[in-house]
């Protein structure tokens, strides 16, 4: 049997840092927001190429914690409008709407499955004032196109990087710098992931970083002295201290994703199958490897049949929610044909040669 991920496996070469990294932070006994939350943030920051990060509990509430944070200086407000695309995970749009915001629906592009930036133009009204692109599968958004979009109608940009983790665009900038602020989960599935829920937000805008570390601990400015009436969504600091140890191995991680992803590219070969578009200039850091048939649910079992497990990501779009029924009757035809044929295969460090084999031989065999 070949997992969809086998988390155990991929965790396996950190296990004993893993093991002296809990014994050293049990000894200190410093267990909430100490020196391992800011050693990440400094890491993290110099990595993705920003001056701040801000450590967060989870994703969710990095991108919430970013729009809490531009309401407090006064550059948003409850009621505007936040362009997101219709595929996206339904997180994205939870973190806006419990922001107070209005989330306003993209339709997907077939070939990137990112926005159809000819529906992008049309959705801009009066109350637009964010534009928030999801680098979706680890493949990044044309940002110089967002960018250039965003600056023509006085636009935030503001970036979910769940599964970008390392990207760069054609200049070498990696996916957390390339907007106004960006969101990050280090869920564990992620190609950089902690052992539990985390998060971080990453910034080159002082104010924005400096309000949001107060936001997430309550509001205070100092102890037990609130500024704002903020939440409670610290990163971990244990979990900061998992995800310091496996920062230094993301690249090298990321550069086994693409070696596979190639051999999939290169080796399926089957009329039923359609594979991810890939521009040659791209880094793209293959959180996900999802292929699109019209047969996607007899692919489905023939994989299964085959000892193969795979995932749909995501059978059910954000239209189509019932915590969504004000999008219900929507139409966004693209999203939906999206939602109908992806199938996510195994792609992660811990495949061996034999499984990428016996991945591709068993694809190229489907018959419907």
């Not at 040659?280 to 023939?302: G, M, P």
């Not at 795979?310 to 035809?333: C, D, G, R, W």
């Amino acid at each position: 049997m070949i997992p969809f991920l086998d988390l155990k496996k991929i965790n396996a070469p950190f296990e004993q840092e893993f093991k002296n990294k809990f014994d050293s932070f049990l000894a200190e006994g410093w267990f909430v927001l100490g020196e391992e939350v800011q050693l990440f943030e400094a890491e993290y920051a110099q990595y993705c190429g920003t001056t701040h990060c801000v450590g967060t509990a989870n994703g969710l509430d990095a991108l919430r914690l970013i729009f809490e944070g531009y309401k407090i200086l006064e550059q948003l407000q409850e009621g505007d409008e936040v362009l997101v695309a219709s595929n996206t995970y339904i997180a994205t749009i939870i973190a806006i709407k419990q922001a107070g915001l209005i989330p306003v629906l993209v339709e997907a592009s077939l070939l990137t499955y990112n926005f159809d930036f000819e529906d992008l133009e049309h959705k801009i009204t009066l109350k637009t004032k964010v534009v928030l692109p999801t680098h979706l599968y680890g493949k990044l958004t044309d940002m110089e196109r967002i960018n250039a979009f965003a600056k023509a109608y006085n636009l935030f940009v503001i970036t979910d990087c769940a599964q970008s983790h390392g990207a760069k665009d054609v200049k070498g900038n990696r996916s957390g710098s390339l907007a106004d602020a960006s969101a990050h989960s280090f869920y564990p599935t992620k190609n950089l992931g902690a052992l539990g829920d985390a998060g971080a937000i990453t910034t080159d805008n002082e104010s924005l970083a400096q309000v949001v570390k107060k936001y997430r601990n309550y509001g205070f400015k100092e102890r037990y002295v609130a500024e704002y009436a903020g939440v409670n969504s610290r990163l971990d600091e244990l979990q900061a201290a998992f995800l310091r140890i496996k920062l230094r191995e993301l690249d090298i991680q990321n550069q086994k994703r693409r070696e596979i992803a190639i051999q999939y590219l290169s080796k399926i070969d089957n009329k039923h199958i359609l594979l991810p578009q890939l521009d040659k200039e791209e880094n793209h850091v293959w959180h996900l490897f999802v292929i699109r048939s019209v047969y996607r649910d007899q692919l489905q079992t023939h994989l299964q049949n085959q000892g193969i497990g795979t995932n749909i990501h995501y059978p059910v779009p954000p239209h189509k929610q019932e915590a969504l029924s004000e999008y219900n009757m929507q139409s966004f035809p693209v999203c939906q044909q999206l939602h109908n044929e992806v199938l996510s295969i195994p792609l992660s460090p811990a495949l061996s040669e034999e499984n990428v084999e016996e991945i591709i031989t068993a694809l190229n065999n489907f018959r419907c």
